[in-house]
């Protein structure tokens, strides 16, 4: 079975219908049927995080997501282990001319080692280092 890595992006632009890419990822949706997908606790911490000063309603909404999301049996979550940070650092200090962010590099591991190619985002970080990216 395929699988795609799904990053911090594609989730935003999933929950939120303002986002600029809510139309291209609702449209992509139909695509995944058959897929699984494998996402990072970093990266759903990084999709809290975005949607924390949402107010009341948005953070229920956006917590409510991210427990879908723990449910859901096609997706796979990478819990974050010493061995993993370590690894997206040491990926990190390799990049220092790159703007990456730690959750970044870290996912960026998690698909090396997964030998997944594809990732649900539109960064731009993803295809410098070899993956395709779909939004």
């Known amino acids: 079975m395929k699988t795609i890595f799904v990053d911090t992006t594609y989730w935003i632009a999933r929950f939120d219908y303002r986002d ?3 139309a291209k990822a609702l449209e992509i949706e139909p695509q995944l049927r058959g897929v699984r997908l494998t996402t990072s606790e970093l ?5 809290l995080n975005y949607f ?3 107010g009341k309603q948005i953070r229920e ?3 409510g997501t991210v427990q ?8 796979q979550i990478v819990w974050q282990t010493q061995a993993l940070f370590e690894a997206g650092l040491t990926l990190y ?3 220092l001319d790159k703007g990456y962010s730690l959750t970044d590099c870290v996912s960026m591991v998690v ?3 997964s030998d997944i190619q594809e990732a ?3 960064d731009r970080h993803f295809a410098q280092e070899g993956f395709a990216i779909l939004l």
Do not use: C, P, W, Y
């Not at 990266?43 to 999709?47: G, Q, R, T």
């Not at 879908?68 to 997706?75: A, C, G, H, K």
């Open 20 to 22: 600029q890419l809510h």
């Open 43 to 47: 990266v759903l911490i990084e999709f």
């Open 52 to 54: 924390s000063k949402g």
């Open 61 to 63: 909404e956006a917590s």
């Open 68 to 75: 879908d999301i723990l449910e859901d049996s096609n997706i």
């Open 93 to 95: 200090k390799s990049r």
């Open 111 to 113: 698909m090396q080692q």
């Open 120 to 122: 649900l985002t539109h």
